[in-house]
């Protein structure tokens, strides 16, 4: 247990921007605790007799006396040097930490002259927090030089210091880094006076990247509804003209925003190799003269914004043709070795990318870790973010569960909870609505034509595409190209057979754990979603026809009113094959068989059978589990006592909501209670050897860290939650 908690601990102590090293400061070192703080540290390097010899020896030796005697006379070059130079340090350049908790218990100007001379010399630190609060504005010319550094970790710190030296940095990073955006432009909406007195002069200087970026940050007040706040501001030069020649800049049509100073063309501008951009008219592509004009136009791309001429080429031109023309620009960009000041070659990819593209962008995100690109790959989440089209999202949930890197993982995450917040979604209801139709909507989409072959697809019962030919004879693999097939139409027709293939199978591989869970966790949905999102999409319809659904009360969301299957023809009928009327404010949800009379499950079998519907997944046939009622009475269930499972048998119940983190204990949380399952004599899950043996023991249900019966549960979670481990201690 004690393994378990410290990775736990450890990682909250890290995610919240701590380290082990602040910890011990809190808790033992400003309280005077010392000779607690070196037992903690021997504890934490048992494993390492050198470096607990360090430790021992370490708070007497030479050069903690010097340290002591550079600090009480206020040497502070000699202090820093000793603890650069200090073997107990474990000082390395790259990866030193100072603890800023510890450093503002030190007289004020000693405390400043430290965190400057810290920045100064680019070392990391921790607790920034705490120690701007106690020295608030004094600290800012460090704080200035930190964000020069390292701007996206000290961003979330300048938010709370109103100070017009702040404001042209913000702007600058307003102007030119897309993944700060959103926190520059908290910043200058939050201090609009601060933000208009440090930048309106800098507007009527000689053109720069400063005026550039100054007139965009007062473009935004401006939008904002802060007009009156710019006149006041502008009216202190007290020069009639001030304000309105700022008026008449702010007040710039679209077409009229753009770089003073037009940025040349990158070496890797060749234009005329690429894929030519064509037109909707008479599919022609765009001359040579229009390809150059469109690459000054990308070119004024500024921290993520577009010129607004682009999006009118978005009218004229065909989607799939800008978007190739994309992929060909983002490649020459990084074959040149993916120049940052030319980043606008990889944001076009948001801007004129289409599904294709999404999906070609995501192999490269998901090796671009191995390759040490971890930043580039970020930058591709923001543009998957940024894609108009439901695919791309569909793409960034499938890196949020699929990818090896695990920072990776989470980023994409982060991306999604953005998406979900912005319009107003939980993670689930996103989920929801990110599959995507893949072009089902259109009759001929199932058909593919190679010339004198035809192929059509159907999908099975997990959702699966099996391809057909015109003798209606199953095809074992996707066809290849043969000589007699036409050169124009085959072609296409496997290319868009091949993407079907890869986004159904990848859409089925989330689709169907989700419904598997919404079964377990008795997920509901309004009547309006459920015709949006399943019975009228697509895809989606072809698994909610094999499925029975459950009507509910919306004041009673466990009552089940009545059952029923969608039918081909997207009737709804209940249990004896008649149509029903759903009511209007009812919830809908994937009805379970202990909900539904024993009739009920036997008529819905033989409907099933007859119509030769396969399930997706395990409902009528689902494995449950009832308690006697003198389980029922009890607060701790025995019924597997001497019983075994192996270790990767108990990992496998992860994928039926229960929770490892003890080297003894799995937990599965329905809410107000939870469920501990015990067993002995437990493993290490840093060295799991999957074929160990682990003795069943005891599982309690707890509320309010209190036992209590099984009575208090209800019957269906209970169930869920006893299916998986009747299965491996049965």
């Known amino acids: 247990m004690r393994n378990a908690w410290n990775k736990k601990w450890t990682s909250c102590i890290t995610g919240t921007g701590f380290g082990d090293d602040v910890w011990l400061f809190l808790n033992y070192i400003l309280p005077g605790k010392l000779d607690a703080a070196r037992n903690s540290l021997i504890v934490q390097w048992h494993y390492y007799q050198g470096r607990v010899e360090e430790i021992l020896n370490g708070w007497n030796s030479p050069q903690a006396q010097l340290a002591e005697q550079a600090l009480r006379s206020g040497h502070i070059e000699a202090l820093i040097n000793i603890w650069e130079n200090d073997n107990f340090s474990r000082y390395r350049p790259e990866k030193s930490v100072w603890n800023l908790y510890l450093l503002a218990q ?23 927090d705490y120690f701007l609060s106690i020295l608030g504005l004094d600290a800012l010319p460090g704080l200035l030089l930190a964000f020069s550094h390292r701007p996206k970790e000290t961003f979330p710190l300048i938010l ?75 009216n202190r030069w007290q020069r009639t003209d001030v304000w309105s020649a700022l008026e008449q800049l702010l007040k710039q ?73 994309a992929w060909d620009l983002f490649t ?64 960034l949930h499938h890196i949020s569960q699929r990818a090896k890197s695990r920072p990776l993982r989470d980023n994409a995450a982060e991306f999604l909870q953005v998406v979900a917040e912005n319009r107003g979604l939980s993670q689930e209801e996103l989920a929801d609505r990110l599959v995507p139709t893949l072009g089902l909507d259109d009759p001929q989409a199932l058909s593919f034509d190679f010339g004198p072959r035809q192929f059509t697809v159907r999908f ?10 015109q003798q209606n004879v199953r095809q074992k693999s996707v066809p290849r ?78 009552r089940l009113l009545n059952a029923f299957r969608v039918a081909a023809e997207g009737e709804f009928c209940n249990a004896q094959d008649e149509p029903i009327d759903l009511p209007a404010d009812a919830l809908i949800g994937i009805a ?31 494995r449950t589990v009832l308690l006697t009622p003198d389980e029922s009475a009890s607060n701790s269930l025995n019924r597997w006592e001497g019983k075994s499972a192996t270790v990767g048998q108990l990992m496998g119940m992860r994928y039926k909501g229960w929770e490892s983190g003890y080297e003894d204990a799995f937990v599965y949380d329905l809410g107000e209670y939870r469920l501990v399952l015990k067993f002995s004599p437990g493993f290490n899950h ?18 309010d860290n209190k036992s209590v019966t099984f009575a208090e549960l209800d019957v269906f979670d209970l169930s869920e939650a006893l299916s998986a481990p009747d299965v491996i201690f049965h």
């Not at 986004?503 to 919404?518: G, I, M």
């Not at 909610?544 to 466990?558: C, D, F, K, M, S």
């Open 481 to 558: 190209l043969r000589a007699d097939d036409d050169q124009l139409k085959a072609p296409e027709a496997l290319a868009r057979l091949k993407g079907l293939k890869k986004d159904a199978t990848q859409v089925s591989k989330n689709l169907l754990p989700r419904l598997e869970a919404a079964l377990r966790t008795t997920r509901r949905w309004s009547l309006a979603d459920f015709h949006t999102l399943f019975v009228n999409h697509p895809f989606t319809r072809l698994v909610t026809q094999r499925l029975i659904w459950g009507v509910y009360p919306a004041n009673e969301p466990r």
């Open 332 to 395: 020459a960009w990084q074959q040149a070795g993916a120049p940052a000041k030319d980043n606008w070659a990889f944001l076009a990819l948001s801007l004129f990318g289409d599904e294709s593209t999404a999906r070609d962008l995501t192999t490269q995100i998901l090796a671009w870790p191995q390759e040490g690109k971890s930043a580039r790959a970020v930058s591709g989440l923001n543009i998957l973010t940024l894609m108009n089209n439901d695919m791309a999202l569909i793409q």
């Open 106 to 128: 030190l007289p004020r100007e000693m405390a400043l002259t430290f965190w400057l001379r810290i920045i100064e010399k680019k070392h990391l630190f921790a607790g920034e």
């Open 686 to 703: 840093y060295n799991v050897d999957s074929k160990a043996l682990m003795s069943f023991r005891s599982l309690r249900v707890y509320s």
């Open 253 to 325: 049509g679209p077409m009229d925003i753009y770089p003073a100073r037009i940025p040349k063309a990158p070496d890797f501008w060749h234009p005329a190799m690429w894929s030519r951009p064509r037109l909707i008219t008479n599919n022609q592509p765009v001359t040579g003269d229009a390809l150059e004009i469109i690459g000054e136009m990308l070119r004024f791309t500024q921290g993520g914004r577009f010129y607004s001429g682009l999006e009118q080429l978005k009218t004229f031109c065909q989607p799939q043709t800008l978007a190739a023309f």
């Open 460 to 469: 099975d019962e997990n959702l699966n595409p099996v391809i057909f030919d």
């Open 592 to 622: 379970h068989p202990l909900e539904m009379t024993a009739e009920m499950r036997s008529e819905f079998a033989q409907l099933f059978a007859d119509y030769e519907i396969i399930p997706p997944l395990r409902q009528l046939t689902r």
């Open 160 to 234: 709370n210091f109103g100070a017009t030296e702040l404001a042209l940095p913000v702007a600058r990073v307003w102007r030119r880094f897309a993944a700060q955006r959103d926190l520059a432009r908290q910043w200058i909406l939050q201090w609009p006076e601060h933000t208009a007195s440090a930048l309106i002069p800098l507007v009527f200087t000689k053109p720069s990247d400063n005026s550039e970026a100054a007139l965009l940050a007062l473009r935004l007040l401006y939008e904002q509804g802060h007009g009156e706040l710019l006149q006041t501001v502008a």
